[in-house]
């Protein structure tokens, strides 16, 4: 609610008295307190009504302004990783899931039953992962200042495993890592959304998270998703019978 201050202001009161003076004269014409001609009321009408029109369009005008600028504050896109959406409320009706990690191990130990049954109701789920035998880990495991990086992704194939069996699930190796880790549901539709989570320097956890939507930055979901599809395509597909490993991929 907003506060009786703000109806103070010049550009509020001015039409707020002239409504309030078009009603009382009116009130007073018809309990025959004042007595008007037939002209005189219909000016005083006319002006109130115009004065009501201004303060609905003043209004009107303020709250955009008001809810642009809640929009645009850095406080309302960055979150930490508490405070993001809940997967399995948000990605009930999601008919494709895209994930691009280092080793996407927190997300497949805390979320194993959520994507299985997502895969087993048909849901397409694509895994873009750093290889395990890549040496962009060394520099992944320096810029964590961390040595788990490799034994966290060969885990990761464990639960991916099951994962693939329901024949919903790819996996792809990158030999790079991006500059961010994304979790996106249903890519290619105007409904799309995503969670961005960026890298930081010996940080692990409590890295900033953005969260993207289809209807409000369509322009920089795109980026995001254009970026891990092009990694994507660059990548190798997981060679399911060996952990470790990827298969070449076709020409």
């Known amino acids: 609610m907003q506060s009786w201050k703000a109806w103070l202001q010049l550009g509020r009161l001015v039409p707020l008295i002239t409504v309030l003076t078009a009603l009382l004269v009116g009130i007073s014409r018809v309990l025959g307190l004042l007595q008007l001609s037939l002209s005189d009321s219909i000016i005083i ?94 520099i992944w495991d320096q810029l964590i200042d961390m040595n788990v990086t490799c034994t966290d992704i060969k885990s990761s194939l464990e639960y991916l495993r099951d994962f693939v069996e329901t024949g919903n699930c790819e996996v792809r190796f990158a030999n790079i890592f991006l500059p961010f880790s994304m979790i996106m549901v249903d890519p290619h539709k105007s409904s799309a959304w995503a969670i961005v989570e960026f890298h930081g320097y010996r940080v692990k956890y409590n890295r900033p ?32 019978n060996d952990i470790g490993t990827a298969d070449k991929k076709s020409d």
């Open 45 to 138: 009408t006319l002006l109130g009504l115009l004065a009501i029109n201004s303060l609905t369009e003043r209004l009107s005008f303020l709250e955009k302004i008001d809810s642009k600028l809640r929009i645009s504050t850095g406080e309302d896109f960055l979150r930490k990783r508490q405070q993001l959406p809940d997967l399995e409320k948000d990605c009930r009706t999601a008919s494709e899931l895209l994930i691009a990690s280092v080793s996407s191990i927190t997300l497949l130990h805390s979320k194993q039953t959520f994507f299985l049954e997502k895969l087993r109701e048909g849901c397409k789920v694509r895994f873009l992962m750093v290889n395990p035998e890549s040496d962009a880990l060394l």
């Open 209 to 240: 998270h953005l969260i993207i939507r289809a209807e409000q930055h369509s322009v920089w979901l795109e980026y995001y998703r254009n970026q891990v599809e092009s990694l994507w395509e660059d990548s190798k597909p997981w060679l399911f």
